[in-house]
């Protein structure tokens, strides 16, 4: 154990202190050698003493939160092997041995590679003219009145600017105070991307359900966006663009997306069906496609009264 | 040659105060008591009739007392103050008339007749909101045919409470039964052949102890909406056109069609027309203020040369949520169950939902949804609504068949 290394763990980055042979005074006090700035900490905290044997001995020093190593309280104790958990208050340590491993570097997206689609801020261009096509396209297709160019530039102001810019501003905002990074290229082109692929996800519902005639592509595909696509497409972000541990990604994605997919979730139709089973209106398969496909055969009108005589009865609601 | 004279001479007439004074004695207020308070829970009008032991009123009068037996009872208060219990003898649900008994004589039976020419008087009397017997001066505005003749328009002001008292002619007979008002003097009356059919019919004993009144509520209504159902298919049915095709018109004279088209910006690519045609035949369900007998049909037909087909097929399905107007509650109906079919019909495909529920408390009794629409054609759009309330679901389905057997693509 030639030398040792004190990983503090803080928000984004991890702080790293060399321990050095002989005594090491940790605490909150200026008068330390690594000050810990936590309302947590104690002003003299623990003492670290490394001896010449190459043994570590801790001492508490703090009344209040005292020292825990892998998660046991201490008052004086002498370690031999590496790593320890330290818990100092609330801040997490450990102690490493200088030897230990670290994981393999991850390639900076974009940067050094043209061809990468996030970070680079042609990609990103593209992937924001890409979606002002698709919401003008959205505007053009749900316009069915002649329309002057001012409209369409202030649907695509609320619809699609305004949608783009407040994800791309809430998203940023987060990706600051979990990783004290910006990555505006990179959350502009996800956003877009994610925007791209709801319009199809919308169009794709709606000719799925016309082709089986059944809500439940439909349904499926409501429910995938945001309890499976959305944190998705959140968490592959954190793993691959801001470089959080699966883990962790996964869990900041629920918690990012839940603001998002909660309302919508539970004010679905679908939903208020589980906390009320009534309705006292008709929930019929409404879609009309021009493609007209379908794989229900069609029938003469004798037998669809014939099937139709088979129709059950509504079920009661509790 | 006098005494011919003398006996051929037609009854002199009467004025309101006269009809007034010979009746006031034989019209009283009904009421619907709660048995735990002993306070009104509704209340009406009834007249005496029959073998004067019996008073006939309307349903939706003492309907609470068909749905809860156990929590409500009948009485009457006579102009004069007195007071006895009431027994529900029968009931004539389609044409809301009710049948009541009183265990000692009332009076003296009031007599009745046809109804006078139209635009003679007429005088309807009652207890409005509970302020005293009092009556009404309008006229005679015939038989509505488009509520399968069970209905008199009398031009005068009925009110809350006159429901169940007895119209009467210049001469004092009654000629109806006051039921509903549309305000502004706008106001129905039963005919008085309907109470006729229903004493006769009816027994002096009332209803068995025990006996389901919901159970024979939804038999009276489901055997009326048959007869009319019967009536519909054996019609022949007038046609109307609407752009390409051919449909159903007014296929009974209970039908009225409206233009229903909505008024389009004046910058819509798009043209839109709408026939709407219903009957009136509102049959009193429950105290609730359900009505069935509703039969709707309505046609939509859309189309468009400067849409594409992406933008029409968005417009068209935005357009296809059509619903049963009437919305129950889960004590009252069930969820709806629907399935989807593609029909041919005239050398077209349409895309048809069918759905149905049933009413909780009335066996046998179900609403019914048909809307079919149009497939297949990149700038035009039809579709076609059928509802009906309160019928026996198979027996409604000749009905939908027949329907679509007389709509016709003319290319």
């Not at chain 1, 290229?185 to 692929?197: E, G, K, P």
């Not at chain 2, 004074?21 to 002993?38: A, I, M, P, S, Y």
């Not at chain 2, 068909?66 to 004069?80: H, K």
Request: hydrophobic share 45%; net charge negative; aromatic share 10%.
């Amino acid at each position: 154990m030639d030398s040792v290394i004190l990983e503090i763990n803080a928000r984004g980055l991890h702080r790293y202190e060399p321990i050095k042979t002989g005594i090491t005074r940790i605490g909150r006090a200026l008068d330390n050698d690594i000050i810990l700035s936590d309302p947590t900490v104690a002003p003299h905290h623990l003492k670290i003493i490394r001896h010449a044997d190459q043994s570590i001995e801790l001492i508490n020093l703090a009344a209040v939160n005292p020292t825990r190593v892998d998660d046991q309280p201490i008052d004086s104790e002498t370690f031999r092997g590496l790593p320890l958990q330290i818990t100092v208050g609330r801040v997490q340590a450990q102690l490493l041995p200088r030897d230990y491993p670290v994981a393999a570097t991850r390639p900076l997206a974009g940067n050094g590679n043209r061809a990468h689609l996030f970070g680079h801020v042609g990609w990103a261009l593209l992937l924001v003219l890409l979606c002002l096509l698709v919401g003008g396209l959205d505007f053009f297709l749900s316009s069915y009145n002649s329309f002057k160019w001012s409209d369409l530039l202030k649907y695509l102001l609320r619809e699609t600017v305004f949608t783009i810019g407040a994800f791309v501003l809430v998203l940023s905002i987060l990706e600051r105070l979990l990783v004290n990074r910006w990555e505006i290229r990179q959350l502009v082109t996800s956003v877009c991307l994610v925007y791209l692929l709801s319009a199809v996800v919308s169009m794709l519902a709606d000719n799925l359900d016309y082709l089986l005639s059944a809500s439940w592509p439909g349904s499926l595909l409501y429910f995938g966006w945001y309890l499976a696509i959305i944190p998705g497409a959140i968490a592959l972000y954190l793993i691959h663009i801001s470089h959080l541990t699966r883990e962790r990604s996964l869990a900041l994605a629920l918690l990012i997306a839940s603001p998002i997919a909660l309302p919508s979730i539970l004010q679905s139709a679908q939903m208020q069906s589980l906390f009320d089973n009534f309705s006292p209106t008709a929930n019929y398969h409404y879609q009309l496609s021009y493609l007209n496909w379908h794989l229900r055969d069609s029938v003469d009108i004798d037998t669809f009264i014939e099937q139709a005589r088979k129709l059950e009865a509504g079920t009661a609601a509790d | 040659m006098f005494l011919w004279w003398v006996f051929a001479t037609p009854a002199a007439a009467l004025d309101s105060r006269e009809i007034y004074q010979q009746n006031q004695d034989r019209v009283f207020q009904v009421q619907v008591l709660n048995r735990e308070t002993g306070k009104k829970s509704s209340i009406g009008s009834g007249f005496i009739v029959g073998d004067g032991h019996q008073l006939a009123t309307n349903y939706h009068v003492v309907s609470q007392v068909v749905a809860e037996p156990e929590r409500f009872y009948i009485t009457y208060v006579s102009n004069g103050g007195e007071e006895g219990e009431l027994s529900l003898l029968a009931m004539d649900v389609a044409h809301d008339l009710a049948l009541l008994g009183a265990q000692q004589e009332l009076g003296k039976p009031i007599e009745m007749s046809e109804l006078p020419p139209r635009g003679a008087p007429i005088f309807a009397m009652g207890n409005p909101l509970d302020l005293g017997l009092t009556i009404a001066v309008g006229t005679n505005g015939g038989i509505l045919n488009q509520t399968d003749d069970s209905r008199i328009l009398f031009s005068g002001s009925l009110n809350p409470g006159m429901s169940g008292g007895p119209t009467f002619n210049e001469f004092g007979a009654a000629i109806g039964i006051n039921v509903a008002t549309a305000r502004n003097d706008i106001s129905f009356i039963v005919p008085s052949r309907f109470l006729s059919e229903l004493i006769a019919a009816a027994g002096s004993n009332g209803f068995d102890e025990g006996v389901d009144l919901q159970a024979e509520v939804a038999r009276q209504v489901l055997a009326y909406e048959n007869r009319y159902i019967e009536q519909l298919l054996a019609g022949t049915w007038p046609d109307l056109e609407l752009r390409q095709f051919r449909l159903p018109g007014v296929i009974s004279p209970t039908v009225r069609c409206w233009d229903n088209s909505a008024r389009l910006s004046a910058v819509a690519r798009y043209q839109r027309y709408q026939i709407r045609c219903a009957n009136q035949n509102n049959v009193y369900l429950d105290e609730d203020n359900h009505f069935v007998g509703e039969l709707v049909y309505e046609y939509y037909w859309l189309e468009s040369t400067e849409l594409n087909p992406i933008q029409f097929y968005n417009l068209y399905q935005s357009l296809n949520k059509d619903q049963i107007e009437s919305k129950p509650g889960r004590d009252i109906v069930t969820n709806f169950n629907c399935e989807t079919w593609f029909v041919e019909v005239s050398s077209q495909t349409f895309k048809s939902n069918l759905c149905r529920r049933e009413y909780r408390e009335y066996p046998g009794m179900s609403d019914l949804l048909f809307i079919a629409a149009l497939t297949g054609h990149a700038d035009k759009g039809f579709f076609v609504t059928l509802t009906m309330t309160g019928v026996d679901f198979d027996a409604a389905l000749p009905l939908i068949q027949k329907f679509l057997e007389n709509i016709e693509w003319t290319p």
